[in-house]
């Protein structure tokens, strides 16, 4: 079986009776979870983000919809930031199908702002449609403001 179909299966070792979620952890499947789920990921044309997209497109292709909220950046739109995300080495697996690839949505927006900054119509689709969240969005300058950094990994995140 390719890598690309297998079922990725994890088991947890004796969960706590206590938890309430100690069934599911029992065994839990990635691909099961994500099979037709739309999932809605932060920051996903950084490091993390990217790797979380790709390998959801490569190994859960009955994945519904990925609504990436990306935001312009340095004079560069969020449609282009995703166009060279999507073209980049990383996705060389899964950018010949264009059927993957069409699930990928750009939701533009941004962490720093009231309701993500997302339209009226983004806001009300992505909170009706959206089963699954990944944030994977921080600020991680080293030199960065304090103030800042709490704006965009904090703040940010509460608004999430």
Do not use: W
């Amino acid at each position: 079986m390719s890598n690309r179909h297998r079922d990725q299966t994890f088991a947890v070792s004796e969960p706590s009776e206590d938890s309430p979620f100690a069934h599911r952890l029992a065994s839990y499947s990635i691909t099961r979870e994500f099979t037709d789920a739309t999932v809605f990921v932060t920051g996903g044309t950084g490091y993390i983000g990217s790797l979380v997209v790709e390998q959801l497109l490569r190994t859960v292709p009955n994945v519904g919809q990925i609504y990436l909220l990306i935001r312009g950046k340095r004079g560069f739109p969020a449609q282009a930031r995703l166009d060279r995300l999507l073209s980049s080495g990383l996705f060389h697996m899964v950018r010949d199908d264009a059927k993957l690839c069409s699930k990928v949505k750009l939701v533009e927006g941004d962490m720093n702002s009231d309701d993500l900054g997302l339209s009226q119509t983004d806001l009300k689709r992505v909170l009706s449609q959206t089963n699954i969240v990944i944030h994977s969005a921080a600020s991680i300058g080293l030199e960065a403001d304090v103030q800042h950094s709490l704006r965009s990994n904090y703040i940010g995140t509460r608004r999430l």
